[in-house]
């Protein structure tokens, strides 16, 4: 398994659980295994049975790229879970927007580079992937959506395979 730009809560249960076929990766940080961009990842193809990116590819100037990347590395019969945030209508992106304030006001976040849109789904079926967006209320009680502050799109879990 791949997991980019891991997170703390779920590192040492997946270590414990894959042992030497989990690897963590990220770009900037330096408590991962290896140093990876993912638009250009140094893996031959077919290397992971499952890839793990969560709230990354909006970071991304070439997210497309970095889709077909994650296709690439995936086994035939494998998976991957590639999650960002939904909060436009449509996704927008302006690539000469550099500058962080302006950033901020388009995407919501100073090193965003876009803001997805429900179209989403296209960009990952473009990559390669079938995808099935599975939605908060097919895996989580609304009692717990509620505690968790999970909203319905907020908590879309893409589901890509190869």
């Not at 006001?105 to 079926?125: C, K, N, T, W």
Request: hydrophobic share 35%; net charge negative.
């Amino acid at each position: 398994m791949l997991h980019i730009a891991p997170e703390e809560c779920f590192t040492k249960s997946l270590q414990n659980r894959l042992g030497g076929k989990y690897l963590t990766a990220d770009l900037f940080s330096d408590d991962v295994m290896v140093k990876m961009d993912i638009t250009d990842i140094q893996y031959p193809d077919e290397t992971f049975d499952a890839v793990y990116c969560s709230h990354v590819l909006e970071h991304v100037q070439n997210d497309r790229k970095a889709m077909r990347e994650f296709f690439r590395v995936v086994k035939k019969g494998g998976w991957a879970v590639l999650l960002v945030p939904i909060s436009a209508d449509k996704t927008i992106e302006y690539p000469n927007v550099t500058d962080p304030a302006q950033r901020l006001a388009l995407y919501g976040q100073e090193d965003h580079v876009r803001r997805y849109g429900p179209d989403y789904i296209d960009r990952l079926r473009e990559s390669g992937f079938a995808v099935i967006k599975v939605t908060p209320d097919e895996y989580m009680k609304e009692s717990d959506r509620v505690l968790y502050g999970i909203t319905d799109e907020s908590g879309d879990i893409y589901y890509c395979t190869k």
